[in-house]
């Protein structure tokens, strides 16, 4: 079932650019060499996961005309795949099991955002 984008009055292109700028900004964040990153705290570091791709799949799905399942599933497999660049990459990152959870949360939580935020769209 198709549904119309959330901001469908924005040019395709341009929807598509704004997504591709968020997975940029988090390609940037997440896969600098280890002594590039700031502030590693645990709780911090999980809730930046969390905050960063619950974001992603917000954005995801308010500028998306595609089903909805693709794009969770697309934004997860993005965080999935940058654990793995993390745990293959020689700058001293490490793919971490509890960060993909922290990720995986943060993308329940962002679809659940999205959900309310279509119950209240004005028809």
Request: aromatic share 10%; charged share 15%; net charge positive.
């Amino acid at each position: 079932m198709e549904m119309r984008a959330f901001f469908s009055f924005i040019p395709r292109p341009l929807r598509l650019a704004i997504f591709g700028a968020a997975v940029t900004v988090i390609l940037y964040l997440t896969l600098p060499p280890s002594k590039d990153v700031p502030g590693s705290g645990l709780v911090w570091d999980k809730a930046a996961h969390a905050i960063a791709f619950g974001l992603l799949v917000v954005i995801g799905l308010l500028m998306s005309t595609h089903r909805r399942k693709t794009v969770i599933a697309c934004v997860w497999g993005l965080a999935a795949g940058i654990e793995v660049a993390q745990a293959l990459m020689p700058f001293g990152r490490q793919g971490d099991w509890i960060d993909l959870f922290a990720d995986t949360v943060g993308i329940a939580l962002g679809v659940g955002l999205w959900a309310l935020a279509r119950r209240f769209k004005p028809q």
